[in-house]
């Protein structure tokens, strides 16, 4: 599939009106609700267009078909997650800036658990759509990132850490639980509809990875 079929049909046109990006962002939401409950395979065109409010020829007018649809979903999913890890500062104080990464990646799991389930779903496939871009863009920004970090331990500001592997770890114990949802629930129970659930999650996780920094 072309990356470069992401960009909308009324996309490409010249005079792009406010209508128009208005009817790109409620296709994309509801292709959203549609593939992450019924995967890229069981979603159809017919589906998002009803989840739309629009009819189906309406809707090929802005994505000409359903992969183009899906990769236009998969890119806004991923440059949302994305940009928790832009804020990273190398200026700020390490502790804050590591405890604030935390907080917005969890945030995001708690607003946005559809995206993250379908960006996971993607990711355990192998990645067949995103993986050049996980290469290019992804990877720069982890690698960039990852030295701010390197610095901070040269300096001996945070303890010696690996920086990756340190990113890696936000990534898996704040996106838990949004792809994992379900089975913090199962053991929960009510306590998820709690406002102090994300509350307590997040004082945990910034608990558990400053003392690991600790320098």
């Known amino acids: 599939m072309s990356l470069a079929t992401s960009t909308p049909r009324a996309g490409r046109t010249r005079k792009r009106t406010r209508i128009q990006a208005a009817n790109e962002v409620r296709i994309l939401d509801a ?12 979603a159809t065109v017919d589906q ?12 090929l007018y802005y994505f000409r078909r359903k992969p183009d649809i ?25 502790a ?6 935390i907080d917005r990646k969890l945030e995001m ?14 990711i355990i496939q192998g990645a067949p ?10 990877k720069g920004l982890v690698d960039e990132k990852a030295a701010v970090i390197a610095g901070w331990v040269r300096a001996g500001r945070i303890a010696p850490v690996d920086p990756h592997h340190l990113i ?6 704040t996106q838990h639980y949004a792809d ?16 102090d659930h994300f509350e307590t999650a997040k004082t945990t996780l910034e608990q558990v990875f400053l003392k690991g920094v600790e320098g």
Do not use: C
């Open 180 to 195: 994992f949802e379900t089975q913090i629930r199962a053991v929960l129970g009510q306590k998820t509809d709690r406002p």
């Open 129 to 138: 759509i995103l993986g050049p871009i996980l290469a290019g863009r992804l």
């Open 70 to 94: 899906y990769l236009a979903v998969l890119n806004r999913t991923h440059e949302m997650w994305l940009q928790p890890l832009e804020q990273l500062d190398p200026d700020g104080e390490p």
């Open 168 to 173: 890696f770890m936000v990534w898996a114990t």
């Open 31 to 42: 292709a959203l609700e549609v593939f992450s409950t019924y995967g890229y395979r069981g």
């Open 109 to 122: 799991s708690r607003d946005n658990p559809e995206a993250s389930r379908l960006f996971a779903m993607e």
């Open 48 to 59: 998002i267009a009803e989840r739309a409010g629009m009819t189906k020829p309406n809707l």
């Open 96 to 101: 804050a800036e590591i405890a604030a990464y």
